[in-house]
């Protein structure tokens, strides 16, 4: 899963997020030019309660299904299963479910981008997404959203990207963390949007999970992080790093670095690495590259890597930013992503604790 769209601020880290979800598995699709198959596992999935064929799914006699590494559960649509690919569910047909979490502290921006259909369609249309509708919740659960999290705010729309057209729903529910839902089927797909509704009205939350919980999970481990203080851990495996007071920055003065693992994709192939991390790098929201600085194969923790770093301009605010991107390929499937970036001004302190984080990466 690439979360790299994920920037400083609360508002940047849910539009990215969005903006991200149109193509978890598609981006290795397009790379190797066949469709990508659903990566095994050693750990099975949790298995999902099976539900008679004529009770209904949101009824008291079936489970609702935890996602793994989240403090989510729901009840999926009929057909959906969870993912190995992200924190989420799929189908056959190509729909999807994708949970993402931030901080909490990030529901003091976002309130004012959620408040109506207007607010949310003018902050997501820059990403290519058109919220057209906001959706009231029916079926079974939604009288006692309340017990879950407050206030839920949900929008449905479209999205058109490279890789084709989509049909999505946003909602945003509030917890021991803001959690993200978001729905998305390829515009040709039939959507039940009675089910997809009961499936949002049934969103629970559970308390927060502990540090040492969410740190047990990650598929890596950072030996040495310098300067740098882990803010966030994101239920697909990111974890978020920034030097400075603030957790959430919506200015992006201060220093961050993103590590996130995409690892239920197939292998890269050699001859596409360097062309993969070159066009992620491109994909970086609201940033121009003016230069690339260096271009290199690197190995990273035994793997075949690429370095980048780039020096250019965050558009949103107009400020000159330096950028640097390391991607580690697996031959077991997938890559791992670190993107760090600074003003420049401020690169030149920040510069030692980036390469001491990407220096002790290991995977478990």
Do not use: C
Not at 149 to 175: C, H, M, N, R
Not at 231 to 249: C, E, F, K, Q, R
Not at 280 to 289: A, E, K
């Amino acid at each position: 899963m690439d979360v790299f769209h994920l920037r400083a601020g609360a508002l940047a880290l849910l539009l990215g997020a969005v903006a991200w979800f149109a193509s978890p598995l598609t981006l290795a699709q397009a790379q190797s030019g066949a469709e990508a198959e659903q990566a095994e596992t050693d750990q099975a999935a949790p298995e999902q309660a099976e539900t008679p064929a004529s009770a209904d799914p949101l009824e008291p006699t079936a489970s609702l299904v935890a996602i793994p590494g989240t403090i989510v559960a729901l009840a999926p649509p009929p057909g959906f299963e969870l993912s190995d690919a992200f924190s989420g569910f799929e189908s056959p047909d190509g729909a999807s479910i994708l949970v993402n979490e931030l901080p909490i502290a990030a529901a003091v921006e976002l309130d004012a981008v959620f408040a109506d259909l207007e607010s949310a369609a003018t902050a997501f249309a820059p990403r290519g997404v058109t919220l057209d509708r906001a959706i009231t919740l029916e079926g079974p659960g939604a009288d006692d959203l309340d017990l879950a999290a407050s206030d839920p705010k949900i929008y449905a729309g479209t999205q058109t990207l490279e890789l084709g057209s989509f049909q999505k729903w946003i909602g945003v529910y509030k917890g021991a963390s803001l959690v993200l839902v978001t729905f998305q089927a390829p515009s040709e797909t039939p959507v039940d949007e009675a089910a997809l509704s009961k499936a949002f009205a049934s969103v629970r939350l559970r308390a927060a999970l502990s540090e040492e919980e969410q740190t047990a999970a990650l598929p890596y481990e950072l030996s040495d992080t310098g300067d740098l203080r882990r803010v966030a851990i994101m239920p697909n495996g990111a974890s978020i790093y920034t030097i400075g007071p603030l957790d959430v920055d919506p200015s992006a003065l201060q220093p961050i670095l993103i590590v996130a693992p995409s690892l239920g994709q197939p292998p890269i192939l050699p001859e596409d690495r360097e062309q993969l991390s070159r066009q992620m790098l491109d994909d970086f929201p609201n940033f121009d590259i003016a230069e690339i600085e260096t271009a290199e194969e690197r190995e990273v923790d035994g793997a075949p890597g690429f370095f980048i770093q780039a020096l250019g301009r965050d558009t949103d605010r107009d400020q000159e930013m330096r950028v640097l991107q390391l991607t580690r390929f697996g031959a077991e499937g997938g890559y791992l992503r670190l993107v760090a970036q600074a003003p420049t001004e401020s690169w030149a302190e920040a510069e030692p604790s980036f390469t001491a984080l990407l220096g002790g990466l290991t995977m478990k």
